[in-house]
Protein backbone atom coordinates (compact mmCIF):
# COMPACT_ATOMS: atom_id res chain seq x y z
CA UNK A 1 0.00 0.00 0.00
CA UNK A 2 1.22 3.29 -0.81
CA UNK A 3 2.21 5.54 2.44
CA UNK A 4 -0.78 7.49 3.52
CA UNK A 5 -0.17 10.65 6.10
CA UNK A 6 -0.61 9.32 10.20
CA UNK A 7 -3.99 10.68 11.16
CA UNK A 8 -5.15 13.45 13.55
CA UNK A 9 -8.20 12.41 13.68
CA UNK A 10 -10.49 9.52 11.88
CA UNK A 11 -14.32 10.94 11.42
CA UNK A 12 -17.01 8.23 10.63
CA UNK A 13 -19.82 7.85 9.22
CA UNK A 14 -22.37 6.41 11.67
CA UNK A 15 -25.30 3.79 10.54
CA UNK A 16 -24.15 0.99 8.95
CA UNK A 17 -20.21 2.10 9.14
CA UNK A 18 -19.80 1.98 13.46
CA UNK A 19 -23.80 1.24 14.30
CA UNK A 20 -25.58 -1.45 12.64
CA UNK A 21 -29.30 -0.35 10.74
CA UNK A 22 -30.93 -3.36 10.30
CA UNK A 23 -33.32 -3.54 7.34
CA UNK A 24 -35.41 -6.32 9.50
CA UNK A 25 -35.91 -3.98 11.75
CA UNK A 26 -37.54 -1.66 9.54
CA UNK A 27 -39.66 -4.48 8.32
CA UNK A 28 -40.41 -5.27 11.92
CA UNK A 29 -41.93 -1.69 12.65
CA UNK A 30 -44.16 -1.87 9.43
CA UNK A 31 -45.65 -4.96 10.63
CA UNK A 32 -46.54 -2.78 13.84
CA UNK A 33 -47.95 -0.07 11.73
CA UNK A 34 -50.03 -2.51 10.11
CA UNK A 35 -51.07 -4.45 12.81
CA UNK A 36 -51.88 -1.26 14.69
CA UNK A 37 -53.94 0.84 12.62
CA UNK A 38 -56.13 -2.58 11.21
CA UNK A 39 -54.76 -1.55 7.81
CA UNK A 40 -55.25 -4.13 5.07
CA UNK A 41 -52.24 -4.06 3.26
CA UNK A 42 -49.19 -6.19 3.64
CA UNK A 43 -46.21 -4.66 5.27
CA UNK A 44 -43.57 -5.12 2.82
CA UNK A 45 -45.76 -3.38 0.35
CA UNK A 46 -46.23 -0.51 2.99
CA UNK A 47 -42.47 -0.68 3.41
CA UNK A 48 -41.43 -0.72 -0.19
CA UNK A 49 -43.72 1.97 -1.21
CA UNK A 50 -42.20 4.14 1.77
CA UNK A 51 -38.56 3.82 0.92
CA UNK A 52 -39.98 5.09 -2.94
CA UNK A 53 -40.45 8.06 -1.48
CA UNK A 54 -37.85 8.43 1.08
CA UNK A 55 -34.93 7.28 -1.08
CA UNK A 56 -36.04 10.09 -3.63
CA UNK A 57 -35.75 12.73 -0.59
CA UNK A 58 -32.30 11.14 -0.24
CA UNK A 59 -31.62 12.17 -3.85
CA UNK A 60 -32.63 15.40 -4.42
CA UNK A 61 -31.87 17.00 -0.61
CA UNK A 62 -28.01 18.06 -2.24
CA UNK A 63 -27.43 19.67 -5.46
CA UNK A 64 -23.87 19.25 -5.92
CA UNK A 65 -24.35 21.09 -9.56
CA UNK A 66 -24.78 23.74 -7.49
CA UNK A 67 -25.04 23.75 -3.76
CA UNK A 68 -27.51 27.32 -3.78
CA UNK A 69 -30.34 25.31 -5.22
CA UNK A 70 -30.58 22.92 -2.69
CA UNK A 71 -34.22 22.42 -1.09
CA UNK A 72 -34.57 24.09 2.22
CA UNK A 73 -33.11 21.91 4.91
CA UNK A 74 -35.63 18.87 6.42
CA UNK A 75 -34.42 16.70 9.30
CA UNK A 76 -35.43 13.12 8.98
CA UNK A 77 -38.14 13.00 11.15
CA UNK A 78 -39.79 16.04 9.07
CA UNK A 79 -38.56 14.36 5.38
CA UNK A 80 -39.95 10.58 7.10
CA UNK A 81 -43.30 12.44 8.15
CA UNK A 82 -43.89 13.93 4.10
CA UNK A 83 -43.20 10.41 2.95
CA UNK A 84 -45.73 8.97 5.32
CA UNK A 85 -48.13 11.17 4.04
CA UNK A 86 -47.80 10.34 0.62
CA UNK A 87 -47.76 6.98 1.50
CA UNK A 88 -51.04 7.40 3.09
CA UNK A 89 -52.66 9.02 0.22
CA UNK A 90 -51.38 6.66 -2.23
CA UNK A 91 -52.72 3.45 -0.47
CA UNK A 92 -55.88 4.98 1.26
CA UNK A 93 -54.87 4.65 4.56
CA UNK A 94 -55.76 6.57 8.08
CA UNK A 95 -53.05 7.26 10.27
CA UNK A 96 -51.11 10.13 11.56
CA UNK A 97 -47.91 10.64 9.62
CA UNK A 98 -46.22 12.48 12.37
CA UNK A 99 -46.46 9.88 14.76
CA UNK A 100 -45.36 7.32 12.56
CA UNK A 101 -41.79 9.55 11.70
CA UNK A 102 -41.43 9.89 15.40
CA UNK A 103 -42.06 5.98 16.03
CA UNK A 104 -38.93 5.36 12.89
CA UNK A 105 -36.83 7.92 14.71
CA UNK A 106 -36.83 5.99 17.65
CA UNK A 107 -36.74 2.62 16.43
CA UNK A 108 -33.70 4.22 14.75
CA UNK A 109 -32.29 5.06 18.13
CA UNK A 110 -32.38 1.70 19.17
CA UNK A 111 -29.44 0.31 17.02
CA UNK A 112 -26.63 -1.35 18.18
CA UNK A 113 -23.28 -0.70 17.52
CA UNK A 114 -21.32 -3.46 15.49
CA UNK A 115 -19.67 -6.56 17.48
CA UNK A 116 -15.99 -4.81 16.51
CA UNK A 117 -16.84 -0.96 17.33
CA UNK A 118 -16.18 -0.82 21.47
CA UNK A 119 -13.29 -2.24 21.08
CA UNK A 120 -11.65 -0.99 17.69
CA UNK A 121 -12.76 2.18 18.30
CA UNK A 122 -11.08 2.22 21.65
CA UNK A 123 -7.75 0.64 20.54
CA UNK A 124 -8.09 3.35 17.43
CA UNK A 125 -8.57 6.07 19.96
CA UNK A 126 -4.94 5.19 21.31
CA UNK A 127 -3.16 6.56 18.35
CA UNK A 128 -5.55 9.68 17.53
CA UNK A 129 -8.76 11.62 18.00
CA UNK A 130 -11.71 10.28 16.82
CA UNK A 131 -14.74 12.33 15.46
CA UNK A 132 -18.32 11.54 14.34
CA UNK A 133 -20.06 13.61 10.50
CA UNK A 134 -23.78 11.47 10.21
CA UNK A 135 -26.25 12.34 7.80
CA UNK A 136 -28.90 11.67 11.05
CA UNK A 137 -31.18 13.77 13.63
CA UNK A 138 -29.68 13.73 16.66
CA UNK A 139 -32.74 12.13 18.53
CA UNK A 140 -31.42 9.25 17.08
CA UNK A 141 -27.23 9.82 16.31
CA UNK A 142 -26.61 10.49 19.75
CA UNK A 143 -28.70 7.66 21.44
CA UNK A 144 -26.80 4.96 19.46
CA UNK A 145 -23.38 6.53 20.09
CA UNK A 146 -24.14 6.45 23.52
CA UNK A 147 -23.95 2.60 23.05
CA UNK A 148 -20.84 3.09 22.44
CA UNK A 149 -17.77 2.74 25.15
CA UNK A 150 -16.12 5.73 24.03
CA UNK A 151 -16.31 9.41 24.31
CA UNK A 152 -15.81 11.14 20.63
CA UNK A 153 -13.88 13.98 20.76
CA UNK A 154 -16.44 15.61 17.57
CA UNK A 155 -19.28 14.98 16.37
CA UNK A 156 -21.81 16.71 13.83
CA UNK A 157 -24.56 15.58 12.42
CA UNK A 158 -26.97 17.09 9.38
CA UNK A 159 -29.61 18.38 11.50
CA UNK A 160 -26.78 20.15 13.36
CA UNK A 161 -25.12 21.44 10.30
CA UNK A 162 -28.76 21.82 8.57
CA UNK A 163 -26.59 20.02 5.99
CA UNK A 164 -26.04 16.50 3.76
CA UNK A 165 -23.16 14.84 3.11
CA UNK A 166 -21.64 14.51 0.20
CA UNK A 167 -22.27 18.64 0.46
CA UNK A 168 -18.26 19.45 1.12
CA UNK A 169 -19.83 22.05 3.42
CA UNK A 170 -20.87 19.73 6.46
CA UNK A 171 -16.89 18.27 5.82
CA UNK A 172 -15.72 22.09 5.81
CA UNK A 173 -18.17 23.02 8.73
CA UNK A 174 -16.47 20.19 10.81
CA UNK A 175 -13.02 21.28 10.17
CA UNK A 176 -13.46 24.94 10.49
CA UNK A 177 -15.06 24.17 13.78
CA UNK A 178 -12.07 21.52 15.50
CA UNK A 179 -9.63 23.08 13.87
CA UNK A 180 -8.43 20.47 11.56
CA UNK A 181 -6.30 20.42 8.65
CA UNK A 182 -7.88 18.04 6.12
CA UNK A 183 -5.07 16.15 4.80
CA UNK A 184 -4.39 15.15 8.54
CA UNK A 185 -8.61 13.30 8.56
CA UNK A 186 -8.87 9.96 7.55
CA UNK A 187 -12.64 9.43 6.71
CA UNK A 188 -15.12 6.24 7.23
CA UNK A 189 -18.09 5.46 5.75
CA UNK A 190 -20.07 2.73 3.90
CA UNK A 191 -21.68 4.99 1.35
CA UNK A 192 -19.67 6.12 -1.88
CA UNK A 193 -21.57 8.98 -2.80
CA UNK A 194 -22.05 10.44 0.72
CA UNK A 195 -18.81 9.81 2.11
CA UNK A 196 -16.10 9.27 -0.39
CA UNK A 197 -17.10 11.56 -2.69
CA UNK A 198 -17.90 14.38 -0.05
CA UNK A 199 -14.92 13.71 2.29
CA UNK A 200 -12.09 13.54 -0.63
CA UNK A 201 -14.02 16.98 -2.42
CA UNK A 202 -12.18 18.85 0.85
CA UNK A 203 -9.20 16.41 1.11
CA UNK A 204 -9.96 13.81 3.70
CA UNK A 205 -8.15 10.24 2.58
CA UNK A 206 -11.53 8.51 2.12
CA UNK A 207 -12.16 4.38 3.29
CA UNK A 208 -14.81 2.80 2.23
CA UNK A 209 -16.08 0.18 4.32
CA UNK A 210 -18.51 -2.65 3.32
CA UNK A 211 -19.46 -5.08 6.15
CA UNK A 212 -21.99 -7.19 4.23
CA UNK A 213 -18.55 -9.27 3.21
CA UNK A 214 -15.26 -9.62 3.94
CA UNK A 215 -12.02 -8.88 1.05
CA UNK A 216 -8.90 -8.13 1.78
CA UNK A 217 -7.48 -4.28 2.22
CA UNK A 218 -7.97 -2.48 -1.21
CA UNK A 219 -5.91 0.36 -2.68
CA UNK A 220 -8.31 2.22 -5.09
CA UNK A 221 -7.25 5.49 -6.77
CA UNK A 222 -9.95 7.82 -4.58
CA UNK A 223 -10.31 5.46 -1.34
CA UNK A 224 -9.39 2.26 0.55
CA UNK A 225 -11.90 0.00 0.70
CA UNK A 226 -12.01 -2.37 4.08
CA UNK A 227 -14.74 -4.57 5.75
CA UNK A 228 -13.83 -3.93 9.25
CA UNK A 229 -12.62 -1.80 12.02
CA UNK A 230 -9.83 -4.64 12.38
CA UNK A 231 -8.54 -3.77 9.04
CA UNK A 232 -8.43 -0.19 9.70
CA UNK A 233 -6.84 -1.06 12.87
CA UNK A 234 -4.22 -2.60 10.87
CA UNK A 235 -3.46 -0.21 8.71
CA UNK A 236 -3.27 2.09 11.17
CA UNK A 237 -0.43 0.78 13.59
CA UNK A 238 1.47 -0.59 10.31
CA UNK A 239 2.13 2.48 9.34
Known sequence: ?????????????????????????????FKVFVKENNWEISPQILWDTWKS??????????????????????????????????????????????VLAKRCIKNMGKNSPYMDSNEYLNKLSQHCKLGVISNADNDFLYPVLEKIELKFDFILSSESAKLYKPDPRI??????????DPQDCWYVGDKEYDDVLGSSSVGMKPFLIDRS???????????????????????????
Open 1 to 29: MKKINTPSIIIFDCFETIVENDRKSWIDL
Open 53 to 98: EEVLFRKIRTNLENLSLNPNFKTYEEAWANCFNKVLFELKLEGNPS
Open 171 to 180: FLKFIAENNL
Open 213 to 239: VYNEIKEEKNMVRISNLIQLYEILINK
